[in-house]
């Protein structure tokens, strides 16, 4: 009897995106994590700031400048990687 991931995919996208799952390798799955915890790393602290300028509608101590610093810094660290 032979192994079920060595099979070929089904003639459907559902055979075949479950066939590329089973054989992806782990270091595959740790790359794409990784790739995109990079994207939205960068995001996600911006969040809490957001909603707390929206809710009280008063962006005073809010500066462009921080802004600036630290998207420049965020795309250096995306061309670093």
């Known amino acids: 009897m032979s192994d079920p991931a060595e099979e070929d995919p089904g003639d459907g996208p ?3 995106l479950l066939y590329s799952i089973q054989n992806i390798s782990l270091s595959e799955l740790l790359g794409s994590i990784s790739a995109v915890a990079m994207i939205f790393g960068g995001v996600i602290p911006y969040i809490p700031q957001y909603c707390e300028i929206r809710r009280t509608k008063n962006a005073d101590g809010f500066s462009l400048h921080v802004c600036l610093a630290l998207l420049i810094a965020n ?3 995306i ?3």
């Open 14 to 16: 559902l055979d075949k």
């Open 75 to 77: 795309i250096l660290r």
């Open 79 to 81: 061309l670093f990687w």
